[in-house]
């Protein structure tokens, strides 16, 4: 059996999302074009070490190859379960980097201004302005992944409780947990379910409705596959906007951004809980004390000399 089969196989009998089956299919693809095998039984630890050697070529940084290299290694164990693989015989995690640890990169809040200026004004070519105003706010006083925010839908959101369900099935870690709806985000949400009611019909029902329902309200995305916008529509905003304004604007950019922000005030069992993360240390990587505050607390040391 090859590697390609054994990858389908596996993303049917797991049932992953979309987005996981989308990622093992593409490192699996990988690994076939430069380690050159396909059928797991060839695939040996200097198979392995070809294909990290190419890899690292091609200037890809270590953390992300311990990714695709962590993802082949749960196909061949699935695999293994069929028929022997040579590459298991060994301490595969030995062929893991060691990873350079930096801080998420985050957009300052002059930056973010600038951004959220440009959308609103009539010289702006995104269009419709309000809308991308309203998803550009949802994502960052709400810290929630890109594929949570398109599989948002009506019925998860409670606006009189000021509260958000988000959805196991389109969570990285497979768990749903619900987050709060912050005073300064409210009346966009509020705007943008009146925008959509009023496209639709006062008596609309939405509940099972995506949230962020872009072809209600422009013909350019009128062929959304069932009102649920693409990942590549809201790349291709964030595009736009950093064309027009130089700023770099993304999803994950702008939850990193408020996960710093908010990991200052030191709260941060509730961080965890908010962002969804099961394990603290990818909390804590949000925090970063400023220096004055390092300065402060090194002062206390008394003098060492008479």
Known sequence: ?????????YIRERALSDAAAIHYGYVAELFVRDAGVQDVREITREALLNWREETLSRDVSSSTWNNYFRHLRVLLRFAADHEPVPALSGNLSALLLREHVERPKTISRSDLKKAMSYISSRRSAIRPRWFWAILLRTLYYTGMRRRQLIDLMWSDIDLKKAKIQLRATSSKNRHGWEIPIVALLLPSLFQLRERTLKELGEDADIGSLYVFDISLFTEQYRSCRNGKMNARSISNFFSRLRFATGVSISAHRLRHTMATELAQLGLY?????????TDMKMTMRYVHPELENLRLMAEHLESIDD
């Open 1 to 9: 059996m090859n590697i390609l089969e054994i990858t389908n196989s």
């Open 269 to 277: 069992k509730e961080l965890q809980s908010l962002l969804g993360h």
